[in-house]
């Protein structure tokens, strides 16, 4: 069974990361796919305002307006369970000034066909432009579709973020928070 990686429908919009998008790598090389190599910069993260630092570090995976970002717990299982899927990148993380270490940005690396386009059901995204990338509205996987992956990226569609059945368990035993997971968008 296959399931689609989400954010938490609730979130504190205090505990919205910013990205240092100026003196970060460039956010959208995360989103592709593919392995990054050699960083001049490593991916910075800053957080003001009033914080409280247990209640924000209860979370696992962080929303930003950059790449995704997660913590310590996440990235165990990550190397657990999708050690050939994702790159884990360190990331320099602040709240309110200060320094906190353990956290990265995870950067999906594997990209496999995994949906059945014949069950799915998606319109053009460009109406009316040939050639225009799917819109899904509801997805089927292929039988196997992961062929041994614990977490990738659809081919079909790159943003589509694809968990194994083993991948999701370890999160719920782990109590895993900032992320669900579903069987159909």
């Not at 399931?3 to 998008?21: C, N, Q, T, V």
């Not at 090389?29 to 305002?49: E, I």
């Not at 370890?170 to 579903?182: L, V, W």
Request: hydrophobic fraction near 40%; glycine fraction near 6%.
């Amino acid at each position: 069974m296959c399931y689609i990686l989400l954010p938490a429908e609730i979130y504190p919009d205090r505990y919205w990361f910013k990205y240092s998008f100026h003196d970060s790598p460039d956010h959208l090389n995360f989103k592709k796919g593919t392995v990054q190599k050699d960083w001049a910069k490593s991916p910075k993260f800053h957080l003001q305002g009033e914080v409280d630092l247990g209640r924000l570090l209860h979370f696992d995976w962080f929303m930003t307006d950059g790449p995704d970002l997660i913590g310590p717990r996440l990235a165990s299982l990550i190397r657990k369970y999708a050690p050939r899927d994702v790159q884990l990148i360190d990331a320099e993380v602040t709240v309110n000034g200060e320094p906190l270490k353990g956290f990265q940005v995870p950067n999906i690396t594997s990209v496999i066909n995994c949906l059945d386009m014949e069950e799915s059901v998606y319109v053009p995204l460009l109406p009316g432009v040939h050639g225009s990338p799917p819109h899904f509205i509801s997805v089927a996987f292929r039988p196997d579709a992961l062929q041994g992956h614990g977490l990738v990226r659809s081919n079909e569609d790159i943003s589509l973020i694809v968990a194994s059945a083993e991948f999701v368990e370890a999160c719920h035993a782990e109590s895993i928070t900032g992320i669900r997971f579903q069987e159909n968008l």
